[in-house]
């Protein structure tokens, strides 16, 4: 089966400052699909970048960005010029499917960001 | 606006006690999934649906039964309410085995006492 692991129960930042949140997966999948979920003190869930597994170029949305490494088995979030905003509890998530095809997402424990002004 | 819908939104309960917990989705989404957060732990999966008559176990489903009503309901039944299931409650939905695109509910914050 496989697992998520966010090693960073805390992070906090500088306002304008570059933070980078910790992710590493386990699996034996060739290809796959990697999330961030951002979730703010409203609890709502929204989905921040997203990662497919056979491209090699890391995807971006504006100031988030990721450092996808497969062979490491690594998906970090890079969040640039940081605002007050980005304070939330932020998730990495897998992509897997089971032995009928459903797919269902494994989430990371979360990484708590608070952001200093 | 359409979404998914829980309710209720919060619930105190008594141990021993039941209740359901109620998703509905308008966007004709194929798969339903209910998820508990707790502190340290992320969101772990309790029991899915991958289309209307399908429900399949996740990673935490004991204490707890689902019904998947007709395509825009997924219910979750806690038949009788333990301390440890004080957590709280998403449901989520997405159109397909082929999409990502999960749209969540609001949540459910549940306290067993």
């Known amino acids: 089966a496989q697992t998520v692991t966010q090693s960073q129960p805390e992070m906090s930042v500088q306002e304008a400052e570059t933070v980078t949140l910790s992710c590493t997966y386990d699996t034996s999948e060739s290809d796959y699909y990697l999330f961030w979920y951002k979730q703010p003190p409203s609890r709502q869930m929204i989905l921040v970048i997203r990662q497919e597994a056979y491209k090699q170029q890391n995807a971006t949305e504006n100031r988030f960005s990721v450092n996808f490494q497969k062979a490491a088995k690594s998906f970090s979030l890079k969040i640039s010029d940081s605002q007050l905003g980005d304070a939330a509890m932020y998730f990495c998530?897998?992509?897997?499917?089971?032995?009928?095809?459903?797919?269902?997402?494994?989430f990371g424990q979360g990484t708590r960001l608070t952001i200093n002004p | 606006n359409a979404g998914v819908t829980q309710t209720p939104k919060f619930q105190v309960l008594k141990t021993g006690q039941s209740m359901t917990l109620q998703c509905a989705q308008d966007m004709n989404h194929n798969s339903m999934y209910w998820y508990r957060q707790d502190p340290g732990m992320g969101l772990r999966l309790i029991y899915y649906?991958?289309?209307?008559?399908?429900?399949d176990k996740g990673e935490v489903p004991n204490g707890y039964n689902v019904s998947r009503l007709n395509k825009r309901e997924f219910s979750l039944r806690l038949e009788s309410a333990a301390p440890s299931q004080t957590s709280v409650y998403f449901c989520a939905s997405i159109p397909g085995a082929f999409n990502y695109g999960y749209t969540f509910g609001s949540g459910t914050r549940l306290t067993v006492v």
């Open positions: 649906s991958a289309s209307e008559g399908t429900t």
């Open positions: 998530a897998y992509r897997s499917f089971d032995f009928q095809g459903a797919q269902k997402l494994v």
